[in-house]
């Protein structure tokens, strides 16, 4: 059974940073492309960042480029999101999503539905 979790989250001032990250495990031989989404309270859930296991490409959502860095280190099956420069419109429950499917160009790694395994969540509040 895979399993996804993340971990990292908590309270930070406006303007600070925080590192999350997501472990992937479950399956021997088998690496996943994984997405960061986020949902405030209130509204729906939006992309924030992916990166292909195979590819290494990485994709931002227009709101967090420039401040958030995704990275992966396929050995441990692990990716992190590097936040700086946090706002308090980043504050939401962040989630990370795995897919054994390769990241291109022209993959919809921005949708929840290209990912099959989806982790618990992990709070991130920015205060002002």
């Known amino acids: 059974q895979v399993q996804t979790v993340e971990l990292g989250g908590g309270l930070v001032q406006a303007g600070g940073s925080l590192l999350l990250s997501c472990t992937v495990s479950?399956?021997?031989?088998?690496?996943?492309?994984v997405g960061w989404f986020r949902q405030a309270p209130g509204k729906e859930r939006e992309f924030v960042a992916a990166i292909g296991w195979r590819s290494g490409l990485a994709f931002y959502a227009d709101s967090v480029k420039g401040r958030f860095t995704i990275s992966r280190a396929n050995v441990v099956n692990t990716v992190y999101l590097q936040m700086a420069s946090l706002k308090v419109e980043d504050t939401a429950v962040y989630y990370c999503?795995?897919?054994?499917?390769?990241?291109?160009?022209?993959?919809?790694?921005?949708?929840?539905?290209?990912?099959?395994?989806w982790g618990q969540g992990t709070q991130v509040t920015v205060s002002s």
């Open positions: 999503a795995a897919d054994p499917q390769d990241i291109t160009h022209t993959t919809g790694y921005y949708t929840g539905s290209f990912y099959e395994h």
């Open positions: 479950g399956r021997t031989f088998t690496y996943y492309s």
